[in-house]
């Protein structure tokens, strides 16, 4: 794998995510995916949309020849900040099961809105496949 994690020195290793990546490679750019399958249809519940969003993720990457392995960057816009603490084990649960124990950088930002009035969570992803 040709990623580093950074962290400085002194730094605390933070827990579900890392500050930083550098990898070399091939870069692989995801639009935000919502929590709806390929027919449309959301997942009940804000971790059901969740874990969705994540498949998405995965179903894309594999398309590029990728692996949840693969990302470096993941920015999280949610609708509903409270849904999103008031569910972390549940949460954390998911994307162990769709990612496994990777843990890229990651950004969350709460959002008034998507533009898919029934999405609430939009998930970019960027990935980079060793050359």
């Known amino acids: 794998m040709t990623h580093r994690i950074l962290l400085p020195e002194g730094w605390p290793r933070p827990k579900g995510y890392a500050h930083g990546i550098a990898a070399k490679g091939t870069n692989v750019f995801l639009g ?9 249809v959301f997942a009940s519940g804000f971790v059901g949309q969740v874990r969705q969003a994540l498949e998405n993720i995965v179903l ?61 969570v939009e998930i970019e992803a960027t990935a980079v496949i060793a050359d």
């Open 32 to 40: 935000g995916q919502i929590g709806w399958d390929e027919k449309g």
């Open 60 to 120: 894309l990457l594999a398309e590029a020849g990728a692996t949840p392995r693969n990302v470096v960057r993941l920015t999280w816009f949610v609708t509903d900040l409270a849904a999103y603490t008031g569910n972390l084990k549940e949460i954390g649960k998911a994307y162990r099961d769709v990612f496994g124990a990777h843990y890229p950088a990651m950004t969350l930002v709460q959002v008034v809105a998507l533009v898919e009035p029934d999405a609430l």
